[in-house]
Every structure is written in structure tokens, then in C-alpha cells.
């Protein structure tokens, strides 16, 4: 069975990607991080995605991105609230080429030559990690980094399936592979409550959300 | 001041790359990393040196590599002894890839242009990415990847001082340079002792080490 690595933070973009690469009959392992972000949840998310979609297996990696910090997601710079113009303050520095160097060091391990991302171009937030020439440019030297790929065993491939897919087209995609977005979390700005944490539907990828569902003419299961 | 960020093991390569980057005038930070290795005594070395050599900034990024696994220095697998052949058991899935990726974070935040990395293309233990042509690779996607460098305020350089030197070679520059070499650490199996761990002086780390001093005409003087 064809192996698939995917990248799965629990938001809406790597939940729709995982089930697209189950749906293409891969076998899955999902990677996700604790990385010191905000909106830790959001790893709850990840785990009920994974379970709920079946993963072979799901590895979390830990590290301290507070440490590096130059991001509202990692440190005091507080979350900005409405639509945003240029690359916003929760860029995190190198953030997606860390979570790549990680998934192609284990997908090394599994012998698994394809590494799922849910980067998106279209409804995006203007992080330039998330751009095709990117992805391209990580793709090669990825073939350059490892021992299987230099030994001719594996030709790893980035793989990013909704790169030029609106916010609703991708949520359309998901609903139709039966994926449960109430399981899903994109607030990077969680609220405290009493039972459980509520999204800010204040800050870009709130904002971002709400206009996927909108246009979709679909109701966010995670507001009910 | 120009400022460079170096990676720092505390062996060898990476310490006199760090002597060759304050040589040169920059204001160094270095970055190390407590990734689950073996031989994570090495660590010790990194400090020392970064303290002798007065680095602006000394940061330690821990994470786990033993749950990735695939390499005698983070899982069950036996240090292997004597010279080997091909890409030894000792090579670490992606490594170079995910520290590169850390200090290009780092760098970003702290707007420095210049990483250096003791990576070594002659006497070196066949590891894909010590290779020139990887170096390149990971410099283009660097430049893709960032905020900093896409919006033209930083292009960043992956230098690499010891890529075409010997291993002899690399010593005498370092001694030249003052850098004590008693402060760094190479073996891959240290030995337990009651006093103080002792470097085994069978794995290829250690023959290389002593096949750079004997070539150099010096004494190892970690070994007194």
C-alpha cells in the first residue's frame, strides 16, 4: 500500500489535505507539532482529525519556538484583529520549512516518498512559505538532503492539493469526502470559558473561516 | 556590526567554523541542539566553546529525534567501528535539513544574513547533506521560504568555510586561529568512566579526529 506523509495542525487546510491522500487510497501518518504556539489546542483537533480519519500513525514533535520567537503566534506580539494587508505578524519565521525538515526526516524513516502539506495560494494569509516556488524549491533539495533519495531508493515528492483552491472550494472538497469540520480548529486567539475554549472570530484566520463556510453557503459546525 | 549565526555541535568542524566566523569580524550567535543523540555530552563542548570564543548569544533548541529514529546516534542501532564505506548507519535522517531550518528561524528574527555550518566535503563521513550542491539547495529555498528575504531586506547565505579542507587541514586553521581543541567533544560512543566520559577511539568520529591530528602532526589534546 502507497505510503503518504501528511502535515496536520487540526485546522481546516491539513484536515481536508489528510483526507484527500485517504481518499486517494494512501496509507497515512500524520505529523503535527507542539511548537509552542498560542492556540495549543488546536492539537486536540489534530488528534480527533487523525483518529476520525485512521491514521496509520500520528507523531507529535516537541519544541520551543518561544525561544526564537518574532511571531504573535509564539510570543507577546499580541493577535491582530481584522483582515490584514501584506505578510502578517503571525508569519512564523521558517515555521513550514522546520514542519518539512521534520516530515522528510521521518518519511526518510518510512520509506514514504509523498509529504502532504495543506498549503494554499488562493484564500491564503500571504505567508511566503506557502507558495508554489517554494514547495518546488524545498521539493529539490530535499532529494539532495537524504541518503535514500541520493541512493536512488525514493524520489520524495511535496504534495499540496489545495495550493490553488479557494477557502469555500476546499471546504466543499472536505464535505464531500465526509470530513467533520467540527473536529477542526483555526483560531490562533482561543477564549477562555468556563467548558471549553471558544474561537475570537476576530483574528485573519477566524476571519479567513468564515468566509470559506460563507461562500460555501455552509454553516461552521464548530458554531452550533 | 555583521552579525552570523553559526551551528554549533562542540566538535571539531563546527568549533573552528565559529573561530573562522569571529576571525572574520562578525558578531556570532550560535545554536545547538539537544535532539535525543548519544553522544549528547557534546553539548558540554558546545558551551564551552561558544563561552571561549565570547558569542553575543547561545541558544540550545531540544527535540526529540529518538521517536523518528533511523540512525545508530538516536535509536537501539550499534555505533558502528572502524572506517566504513558508503553512507554509514551513523547518518541521521534530514538533520542538516531540520537544523538549517531552526537557524534560518533564528537568523530571520535576529535579521542576520550569514549561517555557517562546519560542513565537510573531503574528510567527511559521506553524509548527503555535507554536500556542496545540498548547501545551494537549502540557500535557494531559504531565500523563498522567508518573510525577510521575500520582501528583499535580507538574502541569505549558507557558508560553509571547511567544505573543501582536510581534516588536517581544519586543525592547523583552528590552531592557528587559538582555538584549544581539548574544549571540543567528537565521539559518537562515549565511554562511561567514575571521573569523566572518555571518547571510545573506535568510531569513525574518533578515527577521523585522530587521523586529522596525526596528519596535522599535533597531539589530540583531549587525549593528555
Redo the contacts between chains.
Keep these: 500500500m502507497k505510503k503518504a506523509l501528511v502535515l496536520l495542525s487540526g485546522g481546516i487546510d491539513s484536515s481536508t489535505t489528510l483526507a484527500i491522500a485517504k481518499n486517494e487510497g494512501y496509507e497515512c501518518f500524520a505529523l503535527s507539532f507542539d511548537y509552542g504556539q498560542r492556540h495549543k489546542i488546536e492539537l486536540l483537533s489534530a488528534k480527533k482529525v487523525a483518529v476520525a480519519l485512521g491514521v496509520k500513525e500520528h ?1 507529535i ?5 518561544k ?4 511571531s504573535a503566534l509564539t510570543s507577546e506580539i499580541e493577535v491582530p484583529k481584522g483582515e490584514i494587508q501584506g ?1 502578517p505578524v503571525t ?8 514542519f518539512l ?2 516530515a ?3 518519511a ?2 518510512l520509506m514514504c516518498p509523498n509529504i502532504f502539506i495543506g498549503a494554499n495560494f488562493v484564500d491564503y494569509s500571504g505567508y ?2 506557502c ?1 508554489p ?2 514547495l518546488k ?2 521539493e ?3 532529494n ?4 535514500v ?3 536512488g531508493k525514493i524520489k520524495f515528492k511535496i504534495e499540496a492539493p489545495l495550493l490553488y483552491l479557494t477557502k469555500a472550494e476546499i471546504i466543499k472538497k472536505g464535505i464531500k469526502l465526509g470530513l467533520d469540520y467540527s473536529l477542526t480548529w483555526s483560531c490562533y486567539d482561543p477564549q477562555e470559558t468556563m467548558d471549553f475554549p471558544k474561537p475570537c472570530m476576530k483574528c485573519p484566520s477566524c476571519l479567513l473561516r468564515q468566509k470559506g463556510f460563507n461562500e460555501a453557503g455552509l454553516r461552521d459546525p464548530l458554531l452550533k
Excluded: C, H, Q
Design positions: 507523531l514533535i516537541s519544541f520551543d519556538m525561544k526564537i520567537g518574532g505578510i508569519y512564523v519565521p521558517a515555521r513550514n520549512t522546520i525538515s521534520f522528510l526526516a521521518w526518510e524513516v511566503p512559505d507558495r516556488e517554494y524549491a524545498f529539490s533539495m530535499a539532495l538532503a537524504t541518503k533519495a541520493v541512493e
